[in-house]
């Protein structure tokens, strides 16, 4: 039997953390060595022989994990969110100096999600309009979503490409965040609702027809076979990856 890979979670005591450790411990290919919680020390990482974290923490924690991650010759595998345009760059410049590593920066561990993303990303150079809506449960502490930033870059890269013009709108007048947030050119809208786990609408409008592409995570088990994916692969993949889409032949 080939040798199993040597795992911690980092944030094993969020919602994501506790899926993560049952999902690991549950993987025949793998051992699960460490789970850290917030007051833990990174130390940590070392004293278990982890060769792999799964980093589900929050923004202002997770580039410091992941740097201590790289600097001692660990793969990441990332789904926290915050990882904005700055801390990307700070991070290939660091796996420049450490070219073993693999990192790999999830927004979505749904294959679903990844597949609505990639699909909106497609269709939005065939229509005049697009937004999107994102749907999470009431204790997200980050709005809009890490996916709907992803979807809007995605849209955003495929029109651009396109020539597709901007989605009009008319607006002259409106109150604050009536009309959500701008990512490259695309509204974004957030909802935030008790009984809601994780969802998505990318609504396409063109005269007389209106697409929508929706992906609704209802449990975070949903999320589970895409960092197990992530972990099998990072490995092989050294440098930063940005969306578990980097790791699949989506041929879109
Ligand atoms: N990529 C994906 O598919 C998904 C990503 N997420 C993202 O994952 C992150 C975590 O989400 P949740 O589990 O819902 O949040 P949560 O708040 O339930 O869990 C975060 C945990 O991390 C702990 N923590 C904070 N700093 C830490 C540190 N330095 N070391 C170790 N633990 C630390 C907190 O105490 C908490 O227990 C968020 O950024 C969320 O947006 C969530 C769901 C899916
Ligand atoms: O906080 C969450 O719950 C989620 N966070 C990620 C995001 O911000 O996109 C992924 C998923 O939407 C769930």
């Not at 924690?61 to 001692?72: G, I, K, Y």
Request: glycine letters at 10%; a negative charge; hydrophobic letters at 45%.
């Amino acid at each position: 039997m080939t040798e199993q890979l040597a795992v911690a979670v980092l944030g094993a005591s969020g919602r994501m953390g506790i899926e993560a450790v049952k999902a690991v411990e549950a993987a025949p290919d793998m051992k699960l060595v460490a789970s850290l919680g917030r007051n833990d020390s990174l130390q940590t990482l070392l004293d278990a022989g982890a060769k792999y974290i799964v980093d589900l923490t929050v923004p202002d924690s997770t580039e410091a994990n992941v740097r201590f991650a790289v600097e001692h010759g660990m793969h990441a595998v990332v789904g926290t969110t915050g990882w904005d345009a700055a801390r990307l760059a700070a991070l290939r410049e660091l796996l420049a100096g450490n070219p073993e590593s693999g990192v790999l920066i999830a927004p979505n561990f749904a294959l679903g999600s990844v597949l609505a993303s990639a699909f909106a990303a497609k269709a939005s150079q065939y229509f005049e309009s697009v937004e999107i809506i994102e749907l999470h449960h009431p204790n997200k502490v980050d709005a809009p979503s890490g996916t709907a930033v992803r979807t809007a870059q995605l849209i955003a890269g495929a029109r651009e490409q396109a020539g597709v013009p901007a989605s009009p709108d008319a607006t002259e007048t409106s109150l604050d965040g009536a009309r959500g947030c701008d990512v490259d050119g695309v509204r974004v809208h957030s909802v935030r609702l008790r009984g809601l786990v994780a969802h998505q609408e990318v609504l396409l409008g063109g005269p007389g027809e209106q697409l929508t592409i929706r992906h609704d995570s209802f449990d975070r088990a949903s999320f589970m076979p895409g960092v197990l994916l992530g972990l099998r692969k990072v490995a092989a993949h050294p440098g930063l990856t940005v969306g578990l889409d980097g790791y699949l032949d989506l041929g879109l």
